[in-house]
């Protein structure tokens, strides 16, 4: 999943929040990271979604649709498509609008902006320009973000090409949503659930 499917997956909780953000620039293990536990919480969180993800045989057939060279980057491709599926859909998912919803996250982020590394500010900066993460409603917008990604591989790729394969994809991309996000949007409700568990069993331990 990609930044907007991870903080929607995080719900209302602020450490569940941000830690869907920065599980994708907080690597290893947490304890030795500073960060409070409700952080590291939604970085494992963050984690658990990747992996669970990952191990669909739905993705793994998701991805098999994609000619070379699209599919060694396909995992990329689909988690902004899923974005954008996200955002097309909101109001299905959500009772605040997608805007203040983007609003909520820039004055979350401004309250615990001394725990943020700078590549993540160097994104939300990039994300600001730019009017993300409300603005995946338009499919122009994801494939400049595919183009930006691109741009930041180390090596050379055809992500500044998906427009030729878009039109294609969009309606197997849609089908992959309706898949996959129920699986995950249980999985997390498991997850969390045995959470929870898990610290009150070692809060009366």
């Given at each position: 999943m990609n930044f907007l499917a991870h903080l929607w997956l995080a719900g209302d909780d602020e450490g569940l929040r941000l830690g869907a953000l920065l599980g994708d620039f907080i690597r290893g293990g947490l304890d030795n990271k500073g960060l409070p536990k409700p952080i590291q919480r939604g970085i494992l969180l963050h984690r658990h979604v990747d992996h669970f993800i990952d191990d669909l045989p739905e993705m793994a057939a998701l991805r098999q649709q994609f000619l070379p060279p699209f599919r060694r980057y396909s995992g990329i491709i689909i988690d902004v498509a899923f974005d954008h599926?996200?955002?097309?859909?909101?109001?299905?998912?959500?009772?605040?609008?997608?805007?203040?919803?983007?609003?909520?996250?820039?004055?979350?982020?401004?309250?615990?902006?001394?725990?943020?590394?700078?590549?993540?500010?160097?994104?939300?900066r990039y994300a600001d320009r730019r009017g993300l993460f409300a603005a995946y409603r338009d499919e122009s917008e994801i494939l400049v973000t595919l183009s930006g990604i691109g741009r930041r591989l180390?090596?050379?790729?055809?992500?500044?090409?998906?427009?030729?394969?878009?039109?294609?994809?969009?309606?197997?991309?849609?089908?992959?949503?309706?898949?996959?996000?129920?699986?995950?949007?249980?999985?997390?409700?498991?997850?969390?659930?045995?959470?929870?568990a898990e610290e009150r069993a070692q809060r009366t331990a």
């Open positions: 599926e996200l955002a097309v859909r909101w109001e299905a998912y959500s009772s605040v609008s997608l805007a203040q919803f983007d609003s909520d996250l820039r004055q979350l982020l401004a309250r615990y902006g001394a725990l943020l590394p700078d590549d993540l500010r160097q994104l939300m180390s090596r050379p790729n055809p992500l500044y090409r998906v427009s030729e394969i878009w039109p294609t994809m969009r309606p197997v991309f849609s089908s992959g949503f309706d898949q996959i996000f129920p699986q995950v949007q249980r999985s997390v409700t498991t997850w969390l659930g045995a959470s929870v």
